[in-house]
């Protein structure tokens, strides 16, 4: 089993839609959780990041983290055609542990939001 | 700003050749990062540099796989007899000091074995 799962969808919402992706991970280890979005063959741009559980909003996309659940999710509202694109959730264990600075990834999400 | 760069974008190499990868992070990223992403594999953690610390080789997956990093900048993973199951996208990622999970990413190295 893997240490993060995450559904590879693919997910097709129509635009304006509220888009909600998802992660589970098994590591108690983990602190910090981010989001990152890759646009076809170009590398992965970081979205947003939290710190242990809490919400975390920045314009349309808003972050949770449940680490008593071991669960993650990203939310796009308004979603738009430029939104189109793989969503990978990643963590990393806290400063100090063996695998702080590692990122381990899901799979990655593959979204499309149709005009 | 410039963001992390990466060098070539496309390889093509035969089977059993040796290639040679290039990074160049942002400007005052202490920490660097090398990942693979393969269809089957997903984005696969390599090798990571901090500073002056000894590398975390963890992830190298074979010892024709190796790493270094000049002056603490720029950095070379190279790839020795390379197989067809070495063929991937191999990104480079940086990050500030003290925030080793905040990490940019460059545009990646497409490899191609045939």
């Known amino acids: 089993q893997k240490e993060v799962e995450q559904d590879p969808g693919p997910l097709s919402v129509p635009e304006g839609a509220i888009v909600s992706l998802n992660c589970t991970y098994s590591?108690?280890?983990?602190?910090?959780f981010m989001w990152y979005r890759q646009y076809s063959r170009k590398g992965p741009e970081l979205l947003m990041y939290t710190y242990s559980s809490g919400n975390k909003e920045d314009g349309r996309f808003t972050a949770q983290v449940d680490k008593s659940s071991k669960y993650i999710s990203l939310f796009i509202r308004d979603s738009q055609p430029s939104d189109s694109a793989t969503y990978l959730c990643a963590m990393s264990a806290r400063a100090g542990g063996t695998s702080y600075g590692k990122l381990t990834f899901g799979q990655g999400t593959i979204l499309t939001v149709h005009p | 700003g410039a963001g992390v760069s990466q060098s070539p974008s496309n390889k093509v190499t035969e089977k059993g050749k040796d290639v040679e990868l290039r990074c160049d992070p942002i400007s005052g990223h202490t920490a660097l990062y090398w990942y693979r992403q393969s269809l089957g594999q997903g984005l696969e953690f390599l090798i990571y540099?901090?500073?002056?610390?000894?590398?975390?080789k963890s992830g190298l997956p074979s010892d024709r796989f190796s790493a270094e990093r000049t002056g603490g900048s720029v950095s070379t993973l190279t790839i020795q007899r390379t197989q067809q199951e070495d063929s991937a996208v191999y990104l480079c990622?940086?990050?500030?000091?003290?925030?080793?999970?905040?990490?940019?990413f460059g545009p990646g190295t497409r490899l191609t074995v045939t």
């Open positions: 540099f901090q500073g002056n610390s000894a590398p975390d």
């Open positions: 590591n108690s280890a983990f602190q910090y």
């Open positions: 990622a940086s990050a500030p000091p003290s925030r080793s999970y905040e990490q940019y």
